[in-house]
């Protein structure tokens, strides 16, 4: 399998992969370079469970709302959403450029005991299929083209189905605290954000409605010291939105 440094496609930045593929060795220590995504996971996780049932009408007592549907997520890393997924009942395909991730994402997996199919390289020309649930977290700031990857994940959905994006929002806030001071105090990774490559809600909005879909209302995710990371009105740091394709 190549190397994150070697695979250069359409949305992928090689040095974005590269940076993210050194952090594998360590992705699903809660306490180590992706602490963060650990403590995000649980809020994402909630938007997620929400948004399926309301957008299926299932049983929302069921443990296995996904049952009998496929679900993509693109920028899995090494695996930290498409675990729950598959708990939740889907049959998990998980994308990421940095084939490092992948290989720790197959073997957390196996240890778990989960059936995943872990996919290295860009997702347009993977050729994967639709699927009912398209999950993006964190990603899009990311990519060479953000309209190129919207597209693709576009492709990626079925009739009916549910798309998911979360993102940091480019707002004076998020330049002083996701990038500045998170940084620097260590919480994340030197160079895991540029500011500049940030997404407004507004500007990913337009993006989705020129790959035909409609964006829902986005949900900031917020940091407070009394509760942490929590889903909240307030979109100044990063959101999280559902996006479908518009009945005709």
Request: aromatic residues 4%; charged residues 20%; negative net charge.
């Amino acid at each position: 399998m190549a190397n994150a440094t070697e695979i250069s496609s359409g949305t992928i930045r090689p040095e974005e992969a590269a940076h993210f593929g050194k952090l594998a060795s360590d992705w699903w220590d809660p306490k180590g370079s992706s602490a963060m995504l650990h403590r995000l996971n649980p809020v994402r996780l909630g938007f997620i469970r929400q948004a399926i049932d309301d957008h299926w009408g299932g049983d929302r007592a069921t443990l296995r709302p996904l049952a009998g549907k496929r679900a993509l997520d693109v920028g899995c890393g090494a695996g930290l959403l498409c675990e729950p997924l598959a708990r939740l009942g889907a049959d998990v395909t998980g994308v990421d450029a940095a084939a490092e991730n992948i290989a720790t994402a197959r073997a957390h997996a196996a240890g778990s005991m989960l059936q995943i199919d872990y996919r290295c390289g860009d997702l347009a020309t993977l050729g994967l299929g639709q699927f009912d649930l398209v999950t993006a977290m964190e990603v899009i700031e990311h990519v060479a083209d953000k309209r190129a990857f919207v597209s693709a994940l576009a492709a990626s959905l079925a009739p009916g189905g549910l798309m998911i994006l979360s993102s940091p929002n480019r707002t004076a806030a998020s330049r002083l605290l996701l990038v500045e001071a998170a940084e620097r105090a260590g919480m994340v990774p030197r160079g895991t954000h540029h500011w500049d490559d940030f997404i407004t809600p507004d500007e990913l909005g337009e993006i989705l409605d020129e790959a035909g879909l409609s964006m829902g209302q986005p949900q900031g995710i917020s940091w407070s010291p009394g509760r942490g990371l929590h889903l909240s009105e307030n979109q100044a740091l990063n959101y999280i939105v559902t996006a479908v394709i518009p009945a005709s």
